[in-house]
């Protein structure tokens, strides 16, 4: 393993950002995953060729922990010495520039994923949805985000139309922006607990043309803000956090659910798919819809439906102490 945090690269006075850099033949989801739940990284990405080795990045505002990540390396990664890991201070124009480079438009679904370096016009079929690398959290390269975007769409072809649509953890908005170009007729709030994200969202959605009134962004942890709770259930209820808060929330986001909603959870790896579902199957949630794409799941639930004869016999087990 190669690399330490040189503190004499940068400061906050200078402007810019650190940078971890993690390559290694292995597969760094694990690092991933672990980086994003300890660390705080401002923005993650992970590209993973079929022949290149892996590349791991995540851009922190503040300097990194060296012993965190070098015990999160030690811990996900098996041949730890075949690993390069480096991390080095960016100044603000640089990394800007750079990595929105990286970014080209991308066309999931429905949609047409753009950042503000793009000059060319999008394609009259899809929506469009401008949202700039390294902001919040979602800028639509992660799987994660790429499966609630294809969910989204399946809902649009569904005959019921959502009115009341909440994004839970909403980062950057994007998946707020887009449910509210499917559904411009729904009210969209989009909530976050970290006041940097709900601001980018606001801006995020002024670039998009999105209405206030259409789409509000508000500061709340969980459910505390009481303007979620004042829109009554929700039709749509998006989720893209990671696999252990998802979890937590399940009492909460299953009960702000309308009777006929649809659940979208995202952030988990397949492998968590079962842990997850087992919080909420009790709640009397079923699996619609399992989406994966490469080592990641979204999946869409909704209530089971308990037809009058299943509710009778329930009734009269739990009366008789069945």
Known sequence: ??????????????????VLTVTSSENLVAMETAIDALCNPDALSLEAGDSQPA??????????????????AE?????????????????AHDYLSENRKSFPPLKIGRFWIYGSHIKQSPPKTLHPILIDAAQAFGSGTHPTTHGCLLALGDIKQQKRRPQNILDMGCGSAILAIAASHLFPNARVMAADNDPISVRTAAENRQLNNVSRRQMKAVYSAGFSNRLLSR?????????????????????DLTAHLSPHGQLILSGLLTPQVNWVMQAYLPRNMRLKQH????????????????????????KYNRGAGI
């Open 1 to 18: 393993m190669a690399g330490s945090i040189d503190n004499d690269k940068g400061s906050h006075e200078a402007g810019g950002h650190w």
């Open 55 to 72: 590349k791991l990045q995540a851009w922190f505002q503040d300097t990194p922990d060296e012993t965190t990540i070098h015990q999160i």
């Open 75 to 91: 811990r996900a990664l098996e041949a730890l010495q075949e690993a390069n890991i480096s991390v080095e201070f960016v100044p």
């Open 231 to 251: 829109n009554g259930t929700y039709d749509v209820i998006l989720a893209n956090i990671l696999a252990r808060p998802l979890r937590q929330m399940a009492q």
């Open 291 to 314: 989406i994966i794409i490469g080592e990641w799941s979204c999946l869409v639930l909704g209530h089971r439906r308990i037809n009058p004869a299943q509710k009778h016999r329930d």
